[in-house]
T-cell receptor, first 113, second 113 residues
Framework: DQQVKQNSPSLSVQEGRISILNCDYT??????FLWYKKYPAEGPTFLIS?????DKNEDGRFTVFLNKSAKHLSLHIVPSQPGDSAVYFC????????????FGKGTKLSVKP | KAGVTQTPRYLIKTRGQQVTLSCSPI?????VSWYQQTPGQGLQFLFE???????NKGNFPGRFSGRQFSNSRSEMNVSTLELGDSALYLC????????????FGPGTRLTVT
C-alpha cells in the first residue's frame, strides 16, 4: 500500500511557464516532506523540504506547498527551464525514523524550449 | 565538501552469488541509509545505520544486510542473488538528526544474470 503517491507519471511544460508537481500521502504521522530531482544515471538531488508546521517554503524558483488537511503537497517551479527536465520524487518521513524516507514513484518533467 | 561516493558504479553478477557494495558518506555525517530503486517499485528503503548501529530497517529479506564502520563508511551485502535483485542501489548520508535532508550518492547499478 503506497503511503506516498505521485499520480502523474509525466508532465510536459513550455519553457518559462509554471510547472506544478503534485504528491499525496496517507500517513498522518508524516511530519517532514522533501522533493528530490533525479537525472538518469545519477542519484537523487535534494531540492527543497517543508516541515508540517509550515504550509509553504520557498527557495528561488522552487516553492513547496503543504495542505495537511488534504494530505497533499505540491512543488511549483517558476519559471520552468529546459534544465529542469528530470524525474521529481516526493518523499516523506515521520520524526521517529529520520533515516527512512518513503518515496513516491516519481513524475517525469519535460520542459520544452 | 566531497559528496557521497559509492563503489563500484556498475556490477554484473550471476544468480546465487553474493555481492558487497560500499558507500562513503559526506564528512561529518553519521547516518547512512540504503535504498533500492527498480522501475516497478521506485525507491524503497532497505536500512539505515547510525553510529555503527542499525537504526531502521525496511521490508526486505534477510539476504540483504549491512554494516557501518567507525568512520561512518557503510557496506551493503546481498547473498544468494536473485534475478529480481537487479536494481540501482543508492546510498544516502545525513547528519542523523531529526528533520535532516539526505544526500544521495550516484548509485551502484547491479545486474544479476
Amino acid at each position: 500500500d503506497q503511503q506516498v503517491k505521485q499520480n502523474s507519471p509525466s508532465l510536459s511544460v513550455q519553457e518559462g511557464r509554471i510547472s506544478i508537481l503534485n504528491c499525496d500521502y496517507t500517513n498522518s504521522m508524516f511530519d517532514y516532506f522533501l522533493w528530490y530531482k533525479k537525472y538518469p544515471a545519477e542519484g537523487p538531488t535534494f531540492l527543497i523540504s517543508i516541515s508540517s508546521i509550515k504550509d509553504k517554503n520557498e527557495d528561488g524558483r522552487f516553492t513547496v506547498f503543504l495542505n495537511k488537511s488534504a494530505k497533499h503537497l505540491s512543488l511549483h517551479i517558476v519559471p520552468s527551464q529546459p534544465g529542469d527536465s528530470a524525474v521529481y520524487f516526493c518523499a516523506a518521513s515521520d520524526g521517529g525514523s529520520q533515516g527512512n524516507l518513503i518515496f513516491g514513484k516519481g513524475t517525469k518533467l519535460s520542459v520544452k524550449p | 565538501k566531497a559528496g557521497v561516493t559509492q563503489t563500484p558504479r556498475y556490477l554484473i553478477k550471476t544468480r546465487g552469488q553474493q555481492v558487497t557494495l560500499s558507500c562513503s558518506p559526506i564528512s561529518g555525517h553519521r547516518s547512512v541509509s540504503w535504498y533500492q530503486q527498480t522501475p516497478g517499485q521506485g525507491l524503497q528503503f532497505l536500512f539505515e545505520y547510525f553510529s555503527e548501529t542499525q537504526r531502521n530497517k525496511g521490508n526486505f529479506p534477510g539476504r540483504f544486510s549491512g554494516r557501518q564502520f567507525s568512520n561512518s563508511r557503510s557496506e551493503m551485502n546481498v547473498s544468494t542473488l536473485e534475478l529480481g535483485d537487479s536494481a540501482l542501489y543508492l546510498c544516502a548520508s545525513s547528519s542523523g538528526l531529526a528533520m535532516g535532508e539526505q544526500y544521495f550518492g550516484p548509485g551502484t547499478r547491479l545486474t544479476v544474470t
